[in-house]
């Protein structure tokens, strides 16, 4: 299937990180994330309740990561493909922290990508 809602550049404070002293305060993610769907019958009617409803995906994505620490983005990748996986049967989710601490190094962003799918 070809057809996709995409949120592109959700930006999510979470707290996550390798250390404590990084998962002490929330860092902001950049998040998007892809719900492919059939969206002929949208197309064709064009109402919402045909198609996938990017604010309540953003809801849900919110609401997966909000209150929880993470150690790795890999774990909010997952929480956030779980969340968008209740709106469509297969999920995009990508995942970048930026600058993220390297000892003796700089990097602009660490990602992960996962796609997923309804078991």
């Not at 990084?22 to 993610?29: A, F, G, I, S």
């Not at 198609?51 to 150690?71: G, Q």
């Not at 996986?85 to 999920?91: H, N, Q, Y």
């Amino acid at each position: 299937m070809t057809d996709r809602v995409a949120l592109r550049g959700v930006e999510l404070a979470v707290r996550v990180g390798a250390t404590s002293d990084e998962r002490d305060v929330p860092q902001v993610l950049v998040v998007d994330v892809e719900c492919l769907a059939d969206l002929r019958a949208a197309g064709a009617s064009d109402r919402l309740e045909d198609a996938v409803d990017y604010a309540a995906v953003h809801a849900a994505i919110v609401a997966a990561v909000r209150d929880r620490r993470f150690n790795l983005i890999e774990a909010v990748a997952e929480a956030i493909a779980r969340a968008a996986l209740g709106f469509s049967a297969e999920v995009k989710v990508r995942v970048a922290k930026r600058a993220p601490p390297i000892p003796g190094g700089r990097v602009a962003l660490a990602e992960v990508v996962i796609e997923r799918r309804r078991a």
